[in-house]
């Protein structure tokens, strides 16, 4: 995002956004007020009793509330991005829910999808047909929050990426 600003309207620096300001309003993500099970979709516990770790399902929890310094402290002690989370649901059935890893990966996907057609005419030099609405300015602040988490991932990739889950993460 930024290498466009640099190179097509001459800007070179930008201020860093105050992310914290933006709200679940602004891209996919969910409230830091929320309860664990309003996020999760069941108790906590269900996962437990599942057999997921507990500081897998705490990576999930600050992964989708886009709480970074939690998410890097997670990752430094062993949570893995890549463990697929399921639990036992009030039917007693178990249900399979994503990896934080995924759940990144999904919307990075999406909304470099959704913002492509801007890249295209943007590649070709007809930055001036571009027209912009305030869905573009959402997609491309959820784009950058979404790489910036993944990238955090990657950054802790050593402690976490094993043989048993080298699939997963590809």
């Keep these: 995002t930024l290498a466009v600003w640099r190179d097509f309207l001459g800007v070179e620096e930008l201020p860093q ?4 300001k933006y709200t679940v309003d602004d891209f996919f993500c969910d409230d830091k007020d929320e309860s664990d099970e309003e996020v999760l ?90 027209e912009v609405d305030w869905r573009d300015y959402e997609n491309i602040l959820g784009l950058a929050e979404h790489v910036r988490m993944e990238k955090l991932f990657n950054k802790y990739e050593h402690l976490w990426q094993t043989e048993d889950n080298t699939e997963d993460a590809e």
């Design 17 to 20: 956004p105050e992310y914290d």
């Design 41 to 130: 979709w069941a108790p906590k516990e269900s996962f437990l009793k599942c057999g997921c770790r507990e500081i897998d399902v705490d990576l999930y929890l600050a992964t989708c509330r886009f709480e970074f310094d939690k998410v890097e402290g997670l990752l430094q002690r062993g949570a893995n991005p890549c463990s697929d989370l399921s639990y036992i649901g009030e039917d007693g059935n178990i249900h399979y829910d994503d990896s934080s890893y995924h759940r990144i990966e999904a919307e990075v996907v999406y909304l470099a999808l959704e913002l492509f057609p801007l890249y295209q005419k943007a590649q070709a030099g007809d930055i001036y047909s571009i």
